[in-house]
């Protein structure tokens, strides 16, 4: 069983930048990959990035180049940096962990379904 808690939401203004963080329990933290997905009011919920195991990283096409994702196993923790934020980056950004059986194949990383964790969400908010 994991528990994941995410922070680091809030207001900020358009071009503006946000750090997340998402805090893991549970062992075997290092063999999970950990998503971020983000859901709009009206809207369904959407792939924002993904890290395998190994370090791999994976981006929606709107947030590469602007979010970066990162994790420290030490601490059983990944991160989201958001630079240039827009306004339509405004959702409540979830973090999720699946076992990383997937051997680095992308597909698996960028769907809800694929995942079995979820923590409870983290406002986001930019304003214009």
């Known amino acids: 069983q994991v528990q994941l808690v995410e922070s680091g939401g809030g207001l900020v203004q358009a071009g503006g930048s946000l750090r997340l963080s998402c805090a893991a329990s549970g062992r075997s933290f290092s063999s999970y990959a950990m998503g971020w997905f983000r859901q709009a009011p009206g809207k369904e919920r959407e792939f924002v990035s993904a890290i395998n195991w190994s370090g791999g990283t994976y981006y929606a096409d709107d947030v590469k180049g602007r979010f970066t994702m990162s994790r420290d196993n030490r601490g059983n923790t990944v991160y989201l940096q958001m630079n240039s934020l827009k306004p339509e980056d405004t959702a409540v950004y979830y973090c999720?962990?699946?076992?990383?059986?997937?051997?680095?194949?992308?597909?698996?990383?960028?769907?809800?379904?694929?995942?079995?964790?979820w923590g409870q969400g983290t406002q986001v908010t930019v304003s214009s």
């Open positions: 999720a962990a699946l076992p990383d059986v997937y051997g680095g194949r992308s597909y698996y990383y960028t769907r809800t379904d694929t995942y079995d964790y």
